[in-house]
């Protein structure tokens, strides 16, 4: 399911989705399709995870609709409503899916402009963190831990807790690096 469209970027691993308006889209996304920590694919290859949002309403304290003249037709003035209301959601990439699988870690490629960006089913996120060697990879967590700030430790969490019920056969190991995460933060907080 599309979800929205790449707008902005803060950095090579850091972009800022628009989310569809309900006139945008045949199916628009709603409140549960843009959860906290949902995996999505952002243009052809790159997976992200969602894990901010931003409110825009530039109407916010404004008295009236702003009004437009059409530059196409000099002296005559044409009011015309611009809807610049927009939710916005950080996406922070954690690697890409192709044919050949999952590969975590910072993308090779710069995700454009318009790139769309859709909600991954299950059996896209088993395959992104599947790994035949050891069954089930995050090697991403670091690349979170830096970049994700205060949102971090929660947003790795519920990844573990989801993906301890994709893969029951890891969930010692997921539960390890769950209880490492909890004690690396409870003594940061402490310092």
């Avoid at 949102?151 to 490492?180: H, N, S, W, Y």
Wanted: charged letters at 20%; proline letters at 8%; aromatic letters at 6%.
């Amino acid at each position: 399911m599309r979800l929205g469209k790449v707008v902005s970027s803060r950095s090579h691993v850091d972009v800022l989705c628009q989310i569809d308006k309900p006139h945008e889209s045949e199916h628009p996304p709603g409140p549960a399709d843009t959860t906290f920590g949902r995996f999505v694919r952002v243009g052809e290859t790159a997976v992200g995870i969602l894990y901010d949002s931003q409110l825009q309403n530039p109407d916010f304290g404004n008295f009236g609709p702003r009004l437009a003249s059409s530059p196409a037709q000099v002296g005559v003035f044409t009011p015309d409503f611009y809807d610049e209301q927009a939710t916005l959601v950080s996406v922070l990439l954690l690697g890409a899916l192709d044919g050949a699988g999952g590969q975590q870690g910072v993308p090779h490629e710069v995700v454009p402009i318009h790139a769309e960006v859709r909600i991954m089913d299950e059996r896209e996120i088993v395959r992104f963190h599947h790994d035949p060697a050891s069954s089930v990879q995050v090697r991403y967590v670091p690349l979170v831990l830096s970049h994700a700030g205060p949102v971090a430790v929660p947003l790795l969490t519920g990844v573990l807790d989801r993906l301890a019920g994709l893969f029951p056969q890891d969930r010692p190991r997921i539960e390890v690096l769950r209880k490492a995460l909890l004690w690396q933060s409870t003594m940061t907080a402490i310092r």
